[in-house]
């Protein structure tokens, strides 16, 4: 991960304190998944649409960081999947997360995804709490 292509919860709280955002909590957040992410196959076979709970939307992602902000999470792009040989390639990279209290690492929308049918007061914190729950495991 190269420094220019990471965003830190820091940057997160700026960019949202200049454009006067308010700040999500787990009772507000209601994440945005992105439904336009494919496997390029090889010539001659469609694309295939990744399943959009790997792929979070940009600022859902920080919006996410900034519930999870005592964790130290840094955000970055790569593709949604892990491929190993193969003629195939991501249309897209998606957002992951990587917490600096015990180094674990998430695919943003698998995190996101306990919002899915937990949003709103008090859903919210039980998706929160197992999103922590998802972390403690490093």
Same mark, same amino acid.
């Given at each position: 991960?190269?420094? =220019? ?12 304190? =200049?454009?006067?955002?308010?700040? %999500? ?16 196959? %090889? ?5 295939? +649409? ?5 792929? /979070?939307?940009?600022?859902?992602? /920080? =919006? ?7 964790? +130290? ?13 193969? %003629? ?27 919002? /899915? ?10 998706? =929160? ?10």
């Amino acid at each position: 991960m190269s420094q =220019e292509k990471q965003i830190r919860v820091s940057q997160v709280k700026k960019l949202f304190a =200049e454009r006067d955002i308010a700040t %999500p909590t787990a009772t507000t957040y209601h994440p945005d998944f992105w439904d336009n992410v494919y496997i390029i196959n %090889p010539p001659g076979f469609p694309p295939t +649409q990744i399943n959009p709970t790997y792929c /979070l939307s940009i600022p859902s992602t /920080l =919006e996410l960081m900034l519930i999870l902000d005592d964790l +130290q999470p840094v955000g970055y792009g790569a593709p949604p999947l892990t491929y190993t040989g193969g %003629p195939y390639s991501i249309s897209s990279d998606v957002p992951w997360l990587k917490f600096g209290s015990n180094g674990a690492v998430r695919n943003a929308g698998q995190l996101a995804q306990y919002w /899915l049918n937990n949003s709103g007061d008090p859903g919210g914190n039980t998706a =929160e709490s197992r999103a922590r729950q998802d972390l403690a495991w490093g």
